[in-house]
């Protein structure tokens, strides 16, 4: 029988300066798919929530000033009671404010904002985030770039820019625990290694 290969886990995007040559490469490329990396580095949702976000959605959040979605990976749980289900809420930030009252200027309620161009008013798919994600992490040399990716950077960078505060990375994130918040962040993994790595000064080569 054949052994199935595991699967890498996405990784952040860690570089500040390599989000914005991100940013530059899909603007230059195609202005849909800049906004969709834009709005997974900013909000932390997942690809699949992303996708499915109409033109209305949209007005709805820059008139509220946040986003306001039940997580479809929330939804579907069995360890929530669907009573109890409340909507991650994020705040739309200026500059991201900015970007989306231009990109759906002259676009109607109903349109999906990440249209596919496979069929009448479609929306891309998760696999396809991936596969423009991961071009787009070639082009700066990087690997595990994936539609994962996007919320991954959004909590990578809440975590450095709060002065290393998990308990908020987790409580924005909407985790249940931080044990989940630190593997999420590979935190456990990056100590390891970095503990690993001081063997070196007892190994003569």
Do not use: C, W
């Not at 570089?15 to 899909?26: A, E, K, R, V």
């Not at 000033?65 to 409340?86: C, D, M, P, Q, T």
């Not at 809420?89 to 991201?96: A, E, G, P, S, T």
């Not at 200027?105 to 161009?117: A, H, L, M, N, V």
């Amino acid at each position: 029988m054949k052994k199935k290969v595991k699967k890498k886990p996405a990784k952040p995007i860690k570089d500040s300066d390599l989000i914005l040559d991100i940013q530059d490469y899909l603007k230059q490329k195609n202005e849909r798919n800049y906004l969709l990396f834009v709005l997974g580095v900013s909000t932390g949702y997942r690809a699949g929530d992303l996708v499915k976000l109409r033109v209305r959605d949209v007005r709805e959040a820059l008139e509220n000033g946040y986003f306001e979605i039940l997580e479809e990976k929330k939804a579907h749980s069995k360890n929530v009671r669907k009573e109890n289900l409340k909507p991650r809420i994020v705040k739309v930030i200026d500059n991201l404010s900015m970007i989306l009252k231009r990109y759906i200027q002259g676009k109607r309620d109903y349109e999906y904002i990440f249209k596919s161009r496979k069929g009448y008013n479609q929306h891309i798919t998760v696999s396809r985030v991936s596969v423009i994600l991961s071009e787009a992490g070639e082009e700066f040399g990087l690997t595990n770039i994936t539609a994962h990716s996007l919320r991954k950077t959004y909590a990578y960078r809440i975590y450095v820019e709060s002065d290393y505060n998990i308990l908020l990375v987790k409580e924005m994130l909407g985790h249940s625990s931080i044990e989940i918040t630190k593997r999420y962040l590979g935190l456990d993994r990056e100590e390891y290694d970095k503990y690993s790595d001081i063997l070196n000064k007892i190994i003569r080569t």
